[in-house]
């Protein structure tokens, strides 16, 4: 069985940094990725897809990326489910992040796009160009 993401797309907020009570650094952030294809409108249509990042990606995730920077994430589906405070079971989906790359300049304007990663285990297999097409 197969379960693998690789988005890339821009936050839409900054990242939320909290720690579980075991101390587990955690944060959640959300990427706005455009589809290709517009819709009957003639529209481009963006989905938003929650993130989230553990212990020492967690923490290099909320220092350095904010609202409106590129990353590239690469990790696996989560579905899961909680009841909320009155009660009723709420599901969530959301991406665990396994490997978190930063695309956005250092400096937040113009020049050559930074590619740096943040996991142990890199599945893109190169360095991520934004000018050339992604192969699927």
């Not at 197969?2 to 959640?28: F, H, K, M, Q, W």
């Not at 490997?99 to 142990?120: A, I, N, Y």
């Amino acid at each position: 069985m197969l379960n693998r993401v690789v988005l890339i797309g821009r936050l839409t907020r900054d990242p939320e940094l909290r720690y579980s009570p075991s101390g587990v650094a955690v944060t959640n952030f959300t990427l706005a990725i455009d589809r290709k294809f517009k819709n009957a409108q003639g529209e481009k249509e963006t989905d938003f897809v929650p993130c989230v990042a553990f212990r020492q990606s967690a923490e290099l995730c909320a220092n350095y990326l904010a609202k409106g920077k590129l990353a590239a994430v690469d990790g696996r589906i989560q579905v899961r489910s909680y009841n909320d405070k009155d009660g009723q079971k709420r599901w969530v989906t959301e991406i665990v992040a396994d490997d978190v790359r930063f695309l956005s300049p250092k400096d937040g304007g113009g020049g050559s796009t930074e590619s740096r990663s943040l996991g142990g285990n890199s599945s893109f297999g190169h360095e991520v160009n934004l000018d050339d097409d992604i192969p699927f």
